[in-house]
T-cell receptor, first 113, second 114 residues
Framework: DSGVTQTPKHLITATGQRVTLRCSPR?????VYWYQQSLDQGLQFLIQ???????AKGNILERFSAQQFPDLHSELNLSSLELGDSALYFC????????????FGQGTRLTVV | AQSVAQPEDQVNVAEGNPLTVKCTYS??????LFWYVQYPNRGLQFLLK??????LVKGSYGFEAEFNKSQTSFHLKKPSALVSDSALYFC????????????FGTGTRLLVSP
């Protein structure tokens, strides 16, 4: 158990809908990362927060947004969902920035039908 | 921008034989390098990292990795493979400036046959 908790584990929703994925980082970790894993795109970095502030942005679509709350948990919001958004979404956390390993949650499997 | 290449989609090895999973990287400045493993329906698990110092890094489950700056490589190795090592392996790199953004390779599936 990595100590990173993601909910829900599975989500099935229709195209055009909006969903929220939740992540609780390991105790003491200030950095939270979001990744998308799909068969055709591999593991794609989406966004990183550090102590409530956005710090790095990757290939995140405008339809997607995230935030990190004062208690350090994070949410990833996906809206106007398309079939191609079906993927495994991972949250990871680390103590701080450079050189520290990230610990991953078990992921949320999103299926858009 | 940093990037990682894992040139092999799959590596097959017999149990008891040594294994190597290849990774090359591209980054401005000095890299931070990581290896992760993913078992089916699980998240990624950290194996080892290179930050600075000794080029041979030892990690979990008997794995080690060799950092080679001239070849920009960070290959994962194990002297004797186990069937239970069969999984998906990811190499990742981050730059040593600014806040860490971990960029992953496409992954290499390791199959260890009995």
């Amino acid at each position: 158990d990595s100590g990173v908790t993601q909910t829900p584990k599975h989500l099935i929703t229709a195209t055009g809908q909006r969903v929220t994925l939740r992540c609780s980082p390991r105790s003491g970790d200030l950095s939270v990362y979001w990744y998308q894993q799909s068969l055709d795109q591999g593991l794609q970095f989406l966004i990183q927060y550090y102590n409530g502030e956005e710090r790095a942005k990757g290939n995140i679509l405008e339809r997607f947004s995230a935030q990190q709350f004062p208690d350090l948990h994070s949410e990833l919001n996906l809206s106007s969902l398309e079939l191609g958004d079906s993927a495994l979404y991972f949250c990871a956390s680390s103590v701080a920035g450079r050189g520290t390993e990230a610990f991953f949650g078990q992921g949320t499997r999103l299926t858009v039908v | 921008a940093q990037s990682v290449a894992q040139p092999e989609d799959q590596v097959n090895v017999a149990e008891g034989n040594p294994l190597t999973v290849k990774c090359t990287y591209s980054v401005s400045g000095n890299p931070y390098l990581f290896w992760y493993v993913q078992y089916p329906n699980r998240g990624l698990q950290f194996l080892l990292k290179y930050i600075t110092g000794d080029n041979l890094v030892k990690g979990s489950y008997g794995f080690e990795a060799e950092f080679n700056k001239s070849q920009t490589s960070f290959h994962l190795k194990k002297p004797s493979a186990l069937v239970s090592d069969s999984a998906l392996y990811f190499c990742a790199v981050s730059e040593n400036t600014g806040f860490q953004k971990l960029v992953f390779g496409t992954g290499t599936r390791l199959l260890v046959s009995p």
